[in-house]
Structures are given as structure tokens and as C-alpha cells.
């Protein structure tokens, strides 16, 4: 009888489920349970496998013998980490080099297409309209990075590899870096003025939540184009759609969302100066692949009673509950 017990609650890869399988009872849920929707699943759990579905404190409370909640994905916004930590419970991510490059990928996507209207002139052929849109090349444009992590990092590579000039804002200047990439610091406002496009890679946080709002915007060039592939609180929605229905930017790029899924009546739907797409920056089969071997061996270390190779909490040491 295999001693341990498994919830997956996001779209692992097959290899994720055998490894675990080995010595758990793997429970997979398909529908994105959000909050109080896990705690019918979680009485008996030893791991919870985590998209970006809410795990409250309440979820924490339901769960005793749960030990390890790892994240599939680098972000754990939607993770009460407080609460775990308070629950001797690991929290645990995904730093994957597979997974930064998806997401810089993304991001030159979302450029590429706003820059050279891809995605209108595509819904144009579609109705049966030959409209050929007029775009722009990034050569010699100025891309500006909002966080020089790893995944900006990938960016501004990236970038430089299109020719545009590069700078960037980040809490730590990383003087390092800016010789290895060739990129410039710049204070946050004048990254907001300089910038042709603005491509948002910093983690959701307290300091960071409305980060870009009306100020921020207007002090954008109306040229500009505003990318998020972070996460969607990120920005100040309402005044995002009021800077792109207004004119105070040129347009956006957006992957990430206030809300997740984004609800059908929602304004930004109805603008011809948006691209969209549906959370997926980070969705890509090596990434996935090398994601879900990461999330296998983490909750095997913890069976194991060792530590997580990746964990958020460090201060949860000596508190967590092994054993069956």
C-alpha cells in the first residue's frame, strides 16, 4: 500500500505522475479549483501540485498532513505563504531555464505582433477584408525592461539580438549585467519616458501591485506599447483601458489579467489596439517537460524528510510534518 497521497491541480506532464506514482496515491483534478473548492480534496493529502488557482489559509487549515504545496511556475502570488509557513508546510517553485526562455519568447511575440499588427491584419484576411496594416520594425527602438530577473534577462538577449536599445529598471541595479548585456540602468521614470516598448517581468508583491497605473501611463509615449507577461495586478486595469481607449499609449500586450479567466463582458475585449492571450507566456512543451521532472523530485525530496531543493519558505525548517 503506497503510503503517501498526491493532488495534482495543473496540466503536469505524464513523467510528473509516474514518478510519483511510484510511492503515492496521485489524485489528479483537471478544473482549476480556486480557495475553498480544494478542501473537499485536501483531508488526507501529503503534496498539492499548484497552478494558479488561490490556496488560502482556510485550504492550510483543512489540510494536516500536508507538507509540501509545489508551485508549477516560478510566480506564488496565489499562494498564502504566511499561512503555510505557519502550517509547517513547504512552498516550493519551478526555476527553470526552459521556463524563462518560454516566457522571454512570449514576450517578443506579443512585441512582433503589436509592432507589425499581425493578429489585426489576421482577423482582416479572416473577414475578407486584403488590408495590409502599416507596422514597424524594433530595430533601434527602445526596449525597456521593468525587473532585470532571469526571465528579463532573457528579454533583454532578445532584444539586443533585434538591435533595439535596452534599458532597464530594477530594485538592485545589476552593474553586472549591464556589461555582459549591453543594456543601461534607468530610473523608473525614465524607463516609463524612454521606452518604445515596456515589457513588465517583475513578481507580484505588495511594493509591486498597481505598479503602472494613470501616472505611470501618462508619462509613457503615446508611440508606446505597455507588455505584461508578469502578472495582471500588476497594472491598474481600468486605467489601462482608459490610456489605450484614449490614446495615451499606442497599445498593449497582455498575457496576464487582473482576473483569471478574464470575464467575457470585460471592455479590453472590445479594443482593436490589444493583443491577448490566455496566461499561456509560460506554456511551452520543454517547458513543461522540464517543469513537471522539477515538481516530481521536490515532493519526493519531502517524502524522503529531506529539504526542497527550491522553496520560497526557508523559514519553515524544522517545522514541516514528515512521516506517513
Same mark, same amino acid.
Given at each position: 500500500?503506497?503510503g503517501?497521497?498526491?493532488?495534482?491541480?495543473?496540466k503536469?506532464?505524464?513523467?510528473?505522475?509516474?514518478?510519483?506514482?511510484?510511492?503515492?496515491?496521485?489524485?489528479?483534478?483537471?478544473?482549476?479549483?480556486?480557495?475553498?473548492?480544494?478542501i473537499?480534496?485536501?483531508?488526507?493529502?501529503?503534496?498539492i501540485?499548484?497552478g494558479?488557482?488561490?490556496?488560502?489559509?482556510?485550504v492550510?487549515?483543512?489540510?494536516?498532513?500536508?507538507?509540501?504545496?509545489?508551485?508549477?511556475?516560478?510566480g506564488?502570488?496565489?499562494?498564502?505563504?504566511?499561512?503555510?509557513?505557519?502550517?509547517?508546510?513547504w512552498?516550493?517553485?519551478?526555476?527553470?531555464?526552459?521556463?524563462?526562455?518560454?516566457v522571454?519568447?512570449h514576450?517578443?511575440?506579443?512585441?512582433?505582433?503589436?509592432?507589425r499588427?499581425?493578429?489585426?491584419a489576421?482577423?482582416?484576411?479572416?473577414?475578407?477584408?486584403?488590408?495590409?496594416?502599416i507596422?514597424?520594425?524594433?530595430?533601434?527602438?527602445?526596449?525597456?525592461?521593468?525587473?532585470l530577473? #532571469?526571465?528579463?534577462?532573457?528579454?533583454?538577449?532578445?532584444?539586443?539580438?533585434?538591435?533595439?536599445?535596452?534599458?532597464?529598471?530594477?530594485?538592485?541595479?545589476?552593474?553586472?549585467?549591464?556589461?555582459?548585456?549591453?543594456?543601461?540602468?534607468r530610473?523608473?521614470?525614465?524607463?516609463?519616458k524612454?521606452?518604445?516598448?515596456?515589457?513588465?517581468?517583475?513578481p507580484?508583491t505588495?511594493?509591486?501591485?498597481?505598479?503602472?497605473?494613470?501616472?505611470?501611463?501618462?508619462?509613457?509615449? #503615446?508611440t508606446?506599447?505597455?507588455?505584461?507577461?508578469?502578472?495582471?495586478?500588476i497594472?491598474?486595469?481600468?486605467?489601462?483601458?482608459?490610456?489605450?481607449?484614449?490614446?495615451?499609449?499606442?497599445?498593449? =500586450?497582455?498575457?496576464?489579467?487582473?482576473?483569471?479567466?478574464?470575464?467575457?463582458?470585460?471592455?479590453?475585449?472590445?479594443?482593436?489596439?490589444?493583443?491577448?492571450?490566455?496566461?499561456?507566456? =509560460?506554456?511551452?512543451?520543454?517547458?513543461?517537460?522540464?517543469?513537471? #521532472?522539477?515538481?516530481?523530485?521536490?515532493?519526493?525530496?519531502?517524502?524522503?524528510?529531506?529539504?526542497?531543493?527550491?522553496?520560497?519558505?526557508?523559514?519553515?525548517?524544522?517545522?514541516?510534518?514528515?512521516?506517513?
Amino acid at each position: 500500500m503506497k503510503g503517501f497521497k498526491v493532488l495534482i491541480n495543473s496540466k503536469v506532464r505524464e513523467v510528473c505522475i509516474k514518478m510519483l506514482s511510484k510511492v503515492a496515491e496521485v489524485v489528479v483534478v483537471e478544473r482549476r479549483l480556486n480557495g475553498s473548492e480544494y478542501i473537499p480534496y485536501v483531508g488526507d493529502v501529503d503534496a498539492i501540485v499548484a497552478g494558479t488557482g488561490l490556496i488560502t489559509r482556510e485550504v492550510f487549515e483543512h489540510a494536516p498532513k500536508l507538507k509540501i504545496v509545489a508551485r508549477d511556475g516560478v510566480g506564488y502570488d496565489n499562494v498564502d505563504v504566511s499561512a503555510a509557513s505557519d502550517h509547517g508546510v513547504w512552498v516550493t517553485i519551478t526555476p527553470v531555464d526552459e521556463l524563462f526562455s518560454t516566457v522571454a519568447d512570449h514576450a517578443m511575440a506579443l512585441m512582433l505582433c503589436v509592432a507589425r499588427n499581425v493578429c489585426r491584419a489576421d482577423r482582416s484576411l479572416r473577414s475578407g477584408v486584403w488590408g495590409r496594416p502599416i507596422g514597424a520594425v524594433l530595430e533601434g527602438k527602445t526596449l525597456g525592461i521593468l525587473g532585470l530577473g #532571469k526571465i528579463g534577462y532573457k528579454i533583454a538577449k532578445r532584444g539586443r539580438g533585434f538591435d533595439m536599445k535596452v534599458v532597464y529598471y530594477d530594485v538592485i541595479r545589476k552593474e553586472g549585467l549591464e556589461d555582459e548585456l549591453g543594456v543601461e540602468f534607468r530610473s523608473f521614470d525614465e524607463l516609463l519616458k524612454e521606452s518604445d516598448y515596456l515589457v513588465i517581468s517583475v513578481p507580484l508583491t505588495p511594493q509591486t501591485k498597481g505598479m503602472i497605473g494613470e501616472r505611470e501611463l501618462k508619462k509613457m509615449k #503615446k508611440t508606446a506599447y505597455l507588455i505584461n507577461i508578469a502578472r495582471g495586478p500588476i497594472v491598474d486595469h481600468q486605467a489601462l483601458v482608459k490610456a489605450l481607449k484614449e490614446g495615451w499609449i499606442a497599445g498593449a =500586450g497582455l498575457d496576464v489579467f487582473y482576473e483569471e479567466p478574464l470575464p467575457s463582458d470585460d471592455p479590453i475585449l472590445t479594443l482593436d489596439n490589444v493583443v491577448l492571450t490566455p496566461h499561456i507566456a =509560460g506554456q511551452s512543451e520543454e517547458a513543461l517537460e522540464a517543469k513537471s #521532472k522539477i515538481i516530481a523530485e521536490e515532493i519526493l525530496r519531502v517524502f524522503r524528510g529531506e529539504e526542497p531543493k527550491y522553496p520560497v519558505n526557508p523559514e519553515v525548517r524544522g517545522r514541516v510534518r514528515y512521516g506517513k
